[in-house]
């Protein structure tokens, strides 16, 4: 299977995650918006995983193929805090965020092919940056609920319960960006002799992990305010983007040896 | 805040004073930076970083049991005092990741003569503002784990240690081993042995081991073509250029609109051209150059245009099809799959080892990790001269404990999620 084939896979697998998102939204019972979300996830990985096998290599190496896995780990994000913590509108949040990385990449497809560079192939590869991006949708769901949070403040009832929700996404996101990077770390060693060259990818995920270690620890204080906690998690948000695909449109990245697109 | 009713530098302290102790700091940084310049690492390599380190340990003991119930060192042994720290540090990451850094070898003179420069934020890894500041966060870090020792421990607290610690670990140890790093290249040719290498700044170091080169071998992709703009090189379509890498003869695709049949595929050829005619031929041999026959047609074109298409080699010149006054289909250089080098490797020692070094499988050797590094581009998959990077990191140790704390801590956190708190 090839990348033409992404639009009705990408299709319906929209579909089967809106329908989840709707009936979780009308109050039914978990079920049902659970099985539909997990069709949906299913119908995605199957175009991964015939993807991988076509191109006979992982499919991380462009940015397009990192939304790819960040379109499919947004809703399992979402399901899982859906399952945990009963807020009905965190899968339609996931959906609609993945679903518009799902538009870049049908807008903007990337090129795929079988390529693979030396420095790429290694087993380090993806655990790598399949923990990343596991870790980039759950920070991402945590975003989520801060904007809702701050648009919505005077309108949330139990606010110390919407902040331990938060709390504990942050904890798995933060702890699996510190994997991913500690990987990073060991991986690079291997590869260009070095385990930390400041490479600009990463600086700004240095800086990522310590807008997070922030937040963490400003929320360790009973004083903290909800509000600057909130702020804070948009922030580092902002920080991993940069770390994601920002860096490239930054006068630093000539520097980088990050680049796999081309 | 909380605070409200206090003084600022009234006890207890909060975040106000918390900012203006790592802002003082970052500021003694700029003036160290301003009359002194930059940090040069090579002044702190064994045994100056150890005695460091082991004063630097010392002085943060002695401060714990002296004055660990201090209120001050209880401050900076707490929220108060890190998150400013971390904000500043974070500052400067960002600076750091946004301004293109200079390599550590560059002249002082070749950088930029602005304030940027002056501030050192062309390297800003060896900056006095950033590296007090990280020695700052060492000391709260260092004094935060210190200070959980004296309360009652509980099993929550083996993930603070594994975290705090591991990260104290491996920050100390990475910065005071960056002084005794060394990072030389060595060009070994095919059949020779080599022990002299070169480090960045281009001088010539002799190592007591020696490289070599018994084979080198280039693995490359299958050719791929591409429809391009006659004039400019440029690939079509312009929006996403498309390109079809060869997958056997007789076989069929489209690009750009055109529709290319694959006649016949030489992996070793000769390619002779001048201004109106090519011709290629087999030829088993060094040097030799891939070429495909192809037959492009298009709706609207008259007739299907047939020839060869090469890339070239060393020897040989790249070969286009033109198919009318502005297009042509050309075969772009092919990517390396896999480069590696057999080698044998003597040490003074005596011993002798054989081994096969590529891309992420590195070789140890005694003290030494042996990189591929390159190989002769100019000639390409006919190189017979492979470049090595040899590393040397003795305080990797150290650093690799702290990293593999860090990942205990992380998977802790990821497990044991937040405190439960009391509402």
């Known amino acids: 299977m090839t990348w033409d084939a992404f639009f009705y896979f990408a299709i319906g697998a929209i579909l089967l995650w809106g329908a989840g998102a709707a009936l979780a939204l009308k109050h039914y019972a978990k079920r049902l918006p659970a099985i539909l979300t997990l069709a949906g996830l299913v119908v995605f990985f199957f175009f991964i995983a015939t993807l991988w096998s076509s191109l006979e290599r992982p499919p991380l190496r462009t940015m397009g193929e990192t939304r790819l896995w960040y379109s499919f780990f947004l809703p399992v994000a979402g399901l899982l805090t859906y399952l945990r913590w009963n807020y009905r509108w965190i899968l339609s949040f996931t959906t609609i965020l993945s679903a518009v990385f799902i538009f870049v990449n049908i807008l903007k497809p990337d090129i795929h092919n079988k390529v693979l560079m030396p420095a790429l192939q290694s087993p380090w590869f993806a655990p790598h940056v399949i923990i990343y991006m596991f870790s980039y949708a759950i920070l991402g769901a945590a975003t989520l609920i801060a904007i809702y949070y701050l648009v919505r403040e005077n309108r949330i009832s139990d606010k110390s319960r919407m902040m331990l929700m938060t709390d504990n996404l942050v904890y798995a996101g933060t702890a699996c960006i510190t994997l991913g990077m500690l990987m990073g770390a060991i991986w690079a060693k291997e590869a260009w002799g070095h385990y930390w060259s400041w490479d600009p990818k990463e600086t700004w995920a240095a800086a990522t992990w310590i807008g997070y270690l922030l937040y963490i620890h400003y929320r360790m204080k009973r004083s903290s305010s909800h509000r600057t906690s909130m702020l804070l998690l948009l922030i580092a948000f902002i920080l991993l983007q940069i770390c994601w695909y920002g860096v490239n449109y930054l006068p630093s990245a000539k520097q980088s040896i990050h680049t796999y697109s081309t | ?423």
């Open chain 2, 1 to 423: 805040m909380e605070h409200s009713s206090r003084k600022i530098w009234e006890q207890p302290w909060g975040y106000t004073e918390g900012f203006l102790f790592a802002i003082a700091i970052g500021l003694a940084g700029i003036i160290l930076q301003l009359s002194t310049g930059q940090i040069e690492p090579v002044l702190f390599a064994f045994p100056v970083n150890s005695i460091i380190g082991a004063l630097f340990l010392t002085g943060l003991l002695a401060v714990h049991l002296l004055a660990g119930k201090k209120s001050m060192v209880r401050w900076l042994s707490g929220v108060y005092a890190t998150i400013p720290a971390l904000v500043l540090l974070l500052v400067l990451s960002m600076i750091l990741g946004l301004i293109p850094q200079q390599p550590q070898g560059t002249a002082k003179d070749l950088l930029p003569p602005n304030l940027f420069g002056r501030l050192g934020w062309y390297r800003m890894t060896t900056s006095w503002p950033f590296v007090l500041l990280c020695f700052y966060t060492l000391v709260i870090l260092g004094l935060t784990t210190l200070r959980r020792t004296a309360q009652k421990q509980r099993w929550r607290d083996i993930g603070f240690y594994l975290n705090h610690l591991g990260l104290f670990i491996a920050l100390l140890g990475g910065l005071l081993g960056s002084a005794d790093m060394v990072r030389v290249t060595m060009s070994v040719q095919e059949g020779a042995v080599e022990w002299r290498s070169n480090n960045s700044s281009g001088e010539t170091m002799e190592l007591s081991l020696a490289i070599q080169l018994d084979s080198f071998l280039i693995e490359e992709y299958p050719p791929k073509l591409v429809i391009i703009e006659h004039e400019t090189g440029k690939m079509l379509p312009a929006s996403r250029p498309g390109s079809y890498m060869f997958d056997g003869v007789g076989k069929t695709t489209q690009l750009a609109g055109y529709r290319v049949e694959i006649i016949e595929y030489l992996p070793h050829a000769a390619v002779f051209r001048d201004s109106s005619f090519t011709n290629v031929v087999p030829m088993m041999m060094e040097g030799a150059a891939e070429a495909i026959r192809v037959k492009v047609s298009k709706p609207g074109l008259s007739q299907p245009k047939e020839g060869w298409v090469s890339n070239g080699s060393y020897l040989f010149p790249h070969s286009v099809l033109q198919i009318d006054d502005a297009i042509s289909v050309a075969m772009p250089q092919q990517e390396v799959k896999r480069y590696s080098s057999h080698v044998t490797v003597y040490t003074e020692e005596g011993t002798t080892r054989q081994a096969v070094i590529e891309v992420n499988k590195p070789l140890s050797v005694e003290e030494w990790m042996i990189y591929q590094y390159s190989y002769d581009d100019a000639k390409g998959k006919y190189s017979d001269t492979s470049l090595f990077e040899l590393v040397r990191d003795p305080w990797l140790k150290v650093v690799y404990t702290g990293i593999i704390m860090l990942l205990a801590g992380a998977l802790f956190l990821f497990i044991a999620g937040p405190k439960k708190r009391r509402s």
